[in-house]
């Protein structure tokens, strides 16, 4: 077999030789709880659409 040549019985897939795949979850960034971001545009949503109110009421009231 020529230098460099991979042999027949070995694979082709980089790595460690005889490494053991392991079946874990992704580890990849965790995302977090959504509730408090949520909340927050809730409320601000309310306020500008009470601003929003008080605004046009006034325009109709004078």
């Known amino acids: 077999m020529p230098p460099g ?3 027949p019985e070995s694979d082709s ?3 460690a030789a005889g490494s053991v795949e392991r079946h ?7 995302s ?5 971001m949520v909340i927050t545009l809730v409320l601000l949503a309310v306020i500008v659409l009470l601003c929003a109110g008080f605004i046009v009421a006034s325009l109709i009231g004078s």
């Open 5 to 7: 040549e991979t042999p």
């Open 13 to 15: 897939m980089s790595g």
């Open 24 to 30: 874990e979850p992704n580890m990849g960034p965790v």
């Open 32 to 36: 977090g709880n959504r509730t408090p």
